[in-house]
């Protein structure tokens, strides 16, 4: 078990090391594009959970105050560097899980997940910290890698287990959009993309905004 739990921790490890360079890509393409369009507007104070290496922090021009949450010290050391290199408003770096946030409720307006929804053990759990620190009528900004079609969520299915392993914890397979309804959000915007090339473990996109149900 020790060993088993050695070896992921390596590949935890290089996988946060090669992050940007795996994303590069993509970011290129269509990402960092996305993102802009995503976050450039929110304001006030923004919460973003699973900030990764800090590549949305170029994207906060409005906000009042940034808190960017991140478990992994691997990453979160990159993510000091993109802060202190990078940010255009207040920022802060906190250490901490989404499952179990450390601040009081109806305390964000706006919540930010990009990419990391999908390698969260409970997508239940997080959507419910999530809504329970946003403020009524707030804003859950997402984009997200989700399950895809017939045959492509089949791939998925079955390169799940290994992806898992490999990409820390990644669910390629997971209804995202679906989870973010089913857990007490209306989806008030929703646009699904499917950039070239298509790969089918990792596409289709889902970018959006939601709201909790109860204070559309």
């Not at 994207?59 to 202190?84: C, F, G, I, T």
């Not at 901490?96 to 930010?112: I, M």
């Not at 290994?162 to 959009?177: K, S, Y």
Request: charged fraction near 20%; hydrophobic fraction near 45%.
């Amino acid at each position: 078990m020790a060993l088993r739990m050695n070896v992921q921790a390596r590949l935890d490890h290089r996988f946060a090391a090669t992050y940007n360079r795996f994303m590069a890509a993509a970011e290129r393409r269509w990402a960092y594009e996305s993102r802009g369009q995503l976050l450039s507007g929110l304001t006030g104070r923004v919460l973003e959970v699973g900030a990764g290496t800090g590549v949305n922090i170029p994207h906060y021009k409005n906000a009042d105050h940034v808190v960017l949450v991140e478990p992994w010290p691997a990453m979160r050391s990159q993510l000091h560097q993109k802060v202190a290199r990078d940010a255009r408003v207040a920022t802060t770096v906190v250490d901490a899980v989404v499952e179990d946030l450390p601040f009081p409720g109806a305390s964000f307006d706006a919540v930010v997940c990009t990419f990391v929804l999908c390698s969260v053990e409970d997508s239940y759990a997080a959507l419910a910290e999530i809504q329970r620190v946003l403020r009524p009528g707030g804003t859950l900004a997402f984009l997200e890698h989700v399950r895809g079609g017939w045959l492509a969520s089949r791939v998925q299915d079955l390169l799940t287990p290994v992806i898992r392993r490999f990409a820390a914890g990644c669910h390629p397979n997971r209804d995202t959009e679906g989870d973010i309804e089913r857990a007490g959000f209306t989806v008030l915007q929703s646009e699904t993309l499917k950039p070239l090339p298509v790969v089918p473990w990792f596409a289709p996109f889902v970018k959006g905004a939601a709201s909790p149900a109860d204070h559309p």
